[in-house]
């Protein structure tokens, strides 16, 4: 059953991370939430600080991230915009990625697809990929689009 504001009903949920590869992702869920009458999502995971000496200086440095957060999916929203024709959904979340990517997931019944864009260096496919497509797999209850992050947006157009 589609859902009036998402056309088909799938939402495609991108993990908005610093990575080059995630722009493949990026733009492989908005050209399939195009042709397909959906929606993309973007998630920003704010993860903790690992050294925090003083209560008010971790409390600041959370509030900066997540200032930053908003900030770049603003900027993104626009440009999902222009590719997919509709404007994102945004969440930022703090924690652990893979578990807070789960969670969403969960709570939000609409996410339909998970697309990962996986580091095509010797060194793996980045750590998000490798647990959600790893030992967390059985908990994802949607598919994982994995995209290899070095596609060319000529190669995802022409399979989109």
């Given amino acids: 059953m589609s859902d009036p504001q998402t056309g088909s009903g799938r939402v495609f949920l991108v993990v908005v991370d ?18 397909t009458g959906g929606r993309v999502a973007l998630l920003r995971v704010i993860e903790p600080a690992e050294f925090q000496h003083f209560a008010s200086i971790g409390k600041l440095m959370r509030e900066e991230a997540r200032q930053d957060a908003e900030a770049l999916l603003q900027r993104l929203a626009t440009e999902v915009n222009d590719l997919s024709g509709q404007l994102p959904v945004l969440y930022v979340r703090d924690g652990n990625p893979h578990e807070e990517v789960i969670a969403l997931i969960d709570e939000e019944p609409l996410i339909s697809v998970l697309a990962l864009a996986a580091d095509t260096s010797p060194g793996g ?14 908990r994802l209850r949607v598919p994982l689009t994995i995209i290899p992050g070095n596609l060319t947006a000529e ?6």
């Fill in 155 to 160: 190669q995802i157009e022409a399979i989109t």
């Fill in 18 to 35: 610093d990575t080059e590869e995630m722009r493949a992702a990026l733009m492989f869920s908005c050209r399939r939430a195009r042709h």
């Fill in 125 to 138: 496919p980045g750590p998000l990929v490798s647990a959600l497509s790893g030992k967390f797999i059985g």
